[in-house]
């Protein structure tokens, strides 16, 4: 199932940005990428204090015209210094974390 989610998540990676790594110095890389069903993903973001704060639609061909191929959602801790990005398969019942980060600041934050 791992190998699928893992599978499934390059495809849609490969498809949406297979243009623009023509057009542009871009190189795959390596990504650590957790993925699972939904409800054990928003058990994690629950558990760990993360709130959504922004949710949009990946399109096919990284184009505002192209069909809906999946959901990106922001969530932010309370405290808001740590920030997780999570993409969803159409069907909603997976969804991949992207990244988890540590030690946000905004623009104009002081270090």
């Known amino acids: 199932m791992k190998k699928l989610l ?4 390059l495809l849609f990676a490969t498809s949406t940005f297979a ?8 190189q ?5 990428v ?3 069903t939904s409800p054990e993903v ?3 973001l629950k558990d760990n204090d993360f709130n959504l704060v922004s949710i949009s639609i990946g399109r096919e061909g990284a184009s ?8 990106v959602a922001y969530y932010m801790n309370g405290s808001g210094d740590q920030s997780v990005a999570a993409i969803t398969s159409p069907s909603g ?3 991949c974390m992207m990244y988890r980060s540590f030690d946000l600041m905004k623009p104009g934050d002081k270090v």
């Open 6 to 9: 893992t599978l499934i998540t």
């Open 19 to 26: 243009e623009d790594t023509l057009k542009y110095d871009f």
């Open 28 to 32: 795959w890389m390596n990504v650590p």
């Open 34 to 36: 957790v993925c699972g």
């Open 42 to 44: 928003m058990r994690y």
């Open 64 to 71: 505002e015209t192209g069909e809906p191929s999946y959901f």
């Open 93 to 95: 019942h997976e969804t």
